[in-house]
């Protein structure tokens, strides 16, 4: 699996911003070589990096060393990448989406952040939402939660804060797929 820089460059950007330069030296000192590798040379937005070194370890990373170990760093670097990620002109758009379209089109651009994979809405209703991640070939807890997070950021942006996200099935704990379970409070 991989994925796009942008969601590698969240990562780096979220520590720098949140435990200073101090905290991503601490975080390049503690990844395995390849991701450090990775992560102190030049990371392009646009091109495609291995995600176990270029996720899945910062993220275990993060959580490890500036959470206590809690899955909280990876939902908080999610998070961050959403309200990072919808800005300016997305910003406005997102604002404007009902949860509805907002998660629509979620599902519909996740294929241009990771490959291989793919998200749809498996289940609608007026109060839930399910959205369902498959067909990637790694899998990893972390990501999933980073995930969940990210989604919580974007409906946060689209103005929506009375909302619950959980993970359903977990393709990380051997189900077939891993599904996003959003609940309207």
């Known amino acids: 699996m991989q994925a796009k820089g942008t969601s590698v460059l969240a990562t780096r950007k979220f520590v720098a911003l949140k435990f200073g330069q101090d905290g991503l030296q601490r ?5 395995p070589p390849q991701s450090r590798d990775l992560f102190a040379g030049t990371l392009l937005a646009s091109d495609w990096y291995p995600v176990a070194p ?3 370890a910062p993220t275990e990373a993060v959580c490890r060393l500036f959470y206590g170990g809690a899955d909280q760093g990876a939902w908080d670097i999610g998070q961050y ?28 651009i996740y294929h241009t952040y990771y490959t291989p994979g793919q998200m749809e ?9 399910v959205l369902r991640m498959s067909g990637a070939d790694e899998h990893d807890r972390l990501f999933e939660v980073r995930v969940c997070g990210w989604l919580d950021g974007a409906l946060r942006v689209c103005g929506n804060t009375k909302h619950t996200l959980t993970i359903g099935a977990s393709a990380a704990r051997g189900d077939a797929t891993t599904d996003f379970i959003m609940t309207l409070d």
């Open 54 to 56: 270029a996720l899945f």
């Open 27 to 31: 975080l390049l000192d503690a990844l």
């Open 121 to 129: 809405i498996a289940e609608r209703t007026k109060q839930r939402i």
């Open 81 to 108: 990448s959403a309200q990072d990620g919808l800005q300016g002109v997305y910003r406005f758009f997102a604002r404007m989406a009902s949860v509805q379209t907002l998660l629509e089109k979620t599902a519909s």
